[in-house]
Nanobody
Framework: QVQLVESGGGLVQAGGSLRLSCAAS????????MAWYRQAPGKQRELVAI???????NYADSVKGRFTISRDNAKNTLYLQMNSRKHEDKAVYYC?????????WGQGTQVTVSS
């Protein structure tokens, strides 16, 4: 079972940039489909972006054009580059790894957007 640990969360001004990282324990990281989710207070967890083992990406409409999901298989790490941050982006962000219908979740990292 792959273990995922997110980092890079914190406080950033609206309009600013922040990069989240998700470190995976599995040496087979490269074959996993990876995704970022987020959950705002009082709301359901939602999919933000996904990247397949082949590098294909998809984004939620709310972040399209602002966020970029990427992966470095040599470092077993998933990234989420967040640009043009908005107040609506405040949430706990979770890393998820999926393979063959199975999935693992990270513990989440808090992202706060200041005024």
């Amino acid at each position: 079972q792959v273990q995922l640990v997110e980092s890079g969360g914190g406080l950033v001004q609206a309009g600013g940039s922040l990069r989240l990282s998700c470190a995976a324990s599995a040496i087979t990281f490269s074959i996993y489909s990876m995704a970022w989710y987020r959950q705002a207070p009082g709301k359901q967890r939602e999919l933000v972006a996904i990247i397949t083992s082949g590098g294909s990406t998809n984004y939620a409409d709310s972040v399209k054009g602002r966020f970029t999901i990427s992966r470095d298989n040599a470092k077993n790490t998933l990234y989420l580059q967040m640009n043009s941050r908005k107040h609506e982006d405040k949430a706990v962000y979770y890393c998820r790894g999926g393979l063959g219908g199975f999935s693992s979740w990270g513990q989440g990292t808090q992202v706060t957007v200041s005024s």
